[in-house]
Antibody
Framework: EVQLVESGGGLVKPGGSLRLSCAAS????????MNWVRQAPGKGLEWVSS????????YYADSVKGRFTISRDNAKNSLYLQMNSLRAEDTAVYYC????????????WGQGTLVTVSS | DIQMTQSPSTLSASVGDRVTITCRAS??????LAWYQQKPGKAPKLLIY???SLESGVPSRFSGSGSGTEFTLTISSLQPDDFATYYC?????????FGQGTKVEIK
């Protein structure tokens, strides 16, 4: 069974940093692209970042470019999101999602971790 | 950047109704369109990919159609478990964009 479990969320002050993790199991992690998607309270979904299976290709939404860094450790079956220079508008539930092998959609999602940026 | 516009934003319907949700892209995205269902406090669930392909395990009452800039998600006979928010998602040039969502409510 595919499982994605996010961790690392919490309360952080504006300008602060936080590192999210996503532990994957139930599939060959090193064969799949991975993604982060966020959802502000009461709002819709926003794609944040994507990383290819071997980390060769990395993409970011304009809203986080230069502040967030996606990475992965295939030996540890883990995905990460380093978030720096956090702003109030970064407050959201952050989901990790697996990229499908059949196209550019996301077939499995974690339960999410809440990041709150507030003084 | 490509913008995705869903309509309606909210839809009130009864069990057994046929429901259609529309998603329009600001430019052609071929068939790179997916649909997700999200219930309160839960992660999104993939329903449809490549505009019209049904994800494994998803009931056949869900169907998708369209290409280019206009796409639809249809629920042929609404069931109690289908009351949720639905999002379309496009892929183009290494960016992914979601529609703003359509909440399907009980009438």
């Amino acid at each position: 069974e595919v499982q994605l479990v996010e961790s690392g969320g919490g309360l952080v002050k504006p300008g602060g940093s936080l590192r999210l993790s996503c532990a994957a199991s139930g599939f060959t992690f090193s064969s799949y692209s991975m993604n982060w998607v966020r959802q502000a309270p009461g709002k819709g979904l926003e794609w944040v970042s994507s990383i290819s299976s071997s980390s060769s290709y990395i993409y970011y939404a304009d809203s986080v470019k230069g502040r967030f860094t996606i990475s992965r450790d295939n030996a540890k079956n883990s995905l990460y999101l380093q978030m720096n220079s956090l702003r109030a508008e970064d407050t959201a539930v952050y989901y990790c999602a697996r990229g499908s092998s059949t196209g550019p959609h996301f077939d499995y999602w974690g339960q999410g971790t809440l990041v709150t940026v507030s003084s | 950047d490509i913008q995705m516009t869903q309509s309606p934003s909210t839809l009130s319907a009864s069990v057994g109704d046929r429901v259609t949700i529309t998603c329009r892209a600001s430019q052609s995205i071929s068939s790179w369109l997916a649909w997700y269902q999200q219930k309160p406090g839960k992660a999104p669930k993939l329903l449809i990919y490549k505009a019209s392909s049904l994800e494994s395990g998803v009931p056949s009452r869900f169907s998708g159609s369209g290409s280019g800039t206009e796409f639809t998600l249809t629920i042929s006979s609404l069931q109690p478990d289908d009351f949720a928010t639905y999002y379309c998602q496009q892929y183009n040039s290494y960016t992914w964009t979601f529609g703003q969502g359509t909440k399907v409510e009980i009438k």
